[in-house]
């Protein structure tokens, strides 16, 4: 089983450049999210779809759009990368809407951008 | 909205026991997760606490106390392996997705 599959692995933008990253699950889940991890500030939320046709903001969505694109697929869009953006981001899902933490989520291998 | 208090880092010998803490402030609260990071990978989920009280699995235990808004990852018998980060978390207001403290890097020594 494949789980979390993230694409790219590796990216390296240069300022005001635009890439998408693509996160496909294969586990029936219907909630899917993105966080971004920075060296001391954790796993924060950017974006989540708690069902298919649903996406909504997490903790820091300024920079990014998502875009659900049906059950299985979840992307994360940098329409003008920034320094700023330059982070490990990671997709995840998890079976369930709702119930708090009782949904485990499972997670990608992660893709590191570097925006120069 | 949520917060969460963990130590950044703790230290310990092969062998031994310990206890990493999280502190916690929500506007409603489901539970207490607990995720654990090896350097370079994907977070893997360790354990969840809805009610009150230790839960135990293998080496690992989780203590979950709501009126203190507090709870606590207990690690026995380490291993090197257990090296990694550790990461408590509680969901949003919706309950809908998971809100991560900013995590404890352990390490553990022979």
């Known amino acids: 089983n494949a789980g979390v599959t993230q694409t790219p692995k590796f990216q390296v933008l240069k300022t005001g450049q635009s890439m998408t990253l693509q996160c496909a699950q294969d586990?029936?889940?219907?909630?899917m999210y993105w966080y971004r991890q920075d060296p001391g500030m954790g796993l924060r939320l950017i974006y989540y779809s708690a069902s298919e046709g649903t996406t909504d903001k997490g903790e820091v969505p300024n920079g990014y759009n998502v875009s659900r694109l049906n059950k299985r697929e979840f992307s994360l869009r940098l329409e003008s990368a920034a320094p700023s953006q330059t982070s490990v981001y990671f997709c995840?899902?998890?079976?369930?809407?709702?119930?708090?933490?009782?949904?485990?989520?499972?997670f990608g291998a992660g893709s590191r951008l570097t925006v120069l | 909205g949520q917060s969460l208090e963990q130590p950044s880092e703790v230290t310990a010998v092969e062998g031994a026991i310990v206890q990493i803490n999280c502190t916690y402030q929500?506007?409603?609260?489901?539970?207490l997760s607990w995720y654990q990071q090896h350097d370079g990978g994907a977070p893997t989920f360790l354990s969840y606490n809805a009610l009150d009280g230790l839960e135990e699995t293998g080496r690992f235990s989780s203590f979950l106390s709501r009126s203190d808004s507090y709870g606590y990852l207990l690690l026995q018998e380490l291993q090197m392996k257990d090296s990694a980060s550790y990461f408590c978390?509680?969901?949003?207001?919706?309950?809908?997705?998971?809100?991560f403290g900013k995590g404890t890097t352990l390490s553990v020594s022979s």
């Open positions: 929500t506007s409603g609260f489901y539970g």
């Open positions: 995840a899902s998890s079976e369930a809407t709702g119930g708090g933490g009782a949904n485990v989520l499972t």
């Open positions: 586990m029936n889940h219907n909630s």
């Open positions: 978390a509680v969901s949003n207001q919706a309950g809908t997705a998971l809100i």
